[in-house]
């Protein structure tokens, strides 16, 4: 395992995020966009609402990025070498649409206990301030949770739009990346992003998250699998690895997956969004 260097780990240790982290080549993210946009095509809506997430369920390519050396060494060195994956989603911002991302701190709805984890964030294509990168509140992942607005806008990428208002944009720090680098960031570092404003599509590809095997989900059930090292606890239900895309099981499991997903995203809510 080659990892991240100590320099890398306190950074991350101090700010709560790391980027950008090579991952992936130009021709292996194209392959992503290649894949999404042939679901597409051939699958009206099949990537649309809850079923952005759990894409690796569908797909031995989206699944094949979960497992890639490079990705979870860096992953090891933060949450250590049981790694389970336990969920994708992706986040597209068109050219010329008004979806954006609230500030809010990923912990806050996910029911995942203790924070011993870590959400990756793949750029399919470049990620930059003109076309709605991340940006991130560095050091916020020190505080303790904090009060999110459910705001359901029917533009916001999030389920309840959970918003932390009043977060200084001139304090946060943008999250630039190249197709196929990766950014990884704390459970509960403040974050969000704005508009796409560019000519082209924005695609983000998100393992939210790679947790380590002695994290439990305390609001319901998750489906996992295992990514590298042994789970001796056994806190999860395990999902299906992907052999054909769409392919009649593949899609079972993603329901099956979402399904529960939802019940804990909208745990304690009286109001159900689109994704």
């Not at 609001?219 to 999902?239: C, F, N, P, T, W």
Request: net charge positive.
């Amino acid at each position: 395992m080659t990892g991240l260097t100590a320099k890398q780990l306190d950074h991350y240790k101090n700010k709560g995020y790391i980027s950008p982290v090579n991952a992936l080549s130009l021709s292996e993210a194209k392959e992503i966009r290649n894949e999404i946009e042939k679901i597409e095509k051939d699958w009206p809506g099949a990537l649309e609402g809850v079923n952005r997430n759990y894409v690796h369920l569908i797909s031995p390519i989206f699944n094949k990025i979960c497992l890639n050396k490079n990705i979870l060494d860096a992953v090891e060195s933060i949450v250590g070498d049981n790694i389970l994956i336990c969920g994708t989603t992706l986040f597209i911002k068109n050219p010329n649409e008004k979806g954006f991302v609230s500030f809010h701190q990923d912990a806050k709805y996910i029911g995942l206990e203790p924070h011993n984890w870590v959400t990756v964030w793949l750029a399919v294509t470049d990620a930059n301030e003109q076309n709605g990168c991340m940006r991130m509140l560095p050091g916020s992942h020190k505080e303790n949770l904090k009060k999110h607005d459910q705001k359901f806008d029917k533009n916001n990428l999030l389920t309840r739009g959970q918003t932390i208002t009043n977060v200084p944009l001139d304090k946060t720090e943008p999250i630039i990346l190249k197709a196929g680098q990766v950014s990884l960031h704390h459970p509960l570092i403040v974050h969000g992003s704005g508009l796409n404003q560019s000519n082209d599509r924005r695609i983000g590809f998100v393992i939210q998250s790679y947790i380590g095997s002695n994290v439990n989900q305390v609001i319901g059930k998750m489906y996992v699998q295992l990514a590298r090292g042994i789970d001796k606890y056994k806190y999860h239900e395990y999902s299906k690895v992907p052999v054909e895309l769409m392919g009649k099981s593949e899609v079972s499991s993603q329901n099956k997956a979402n399904e529960e997903l939802s019940k804990i995203f909208y745990s304690g809510s009286k109001k159900i969004g689109k994704f």
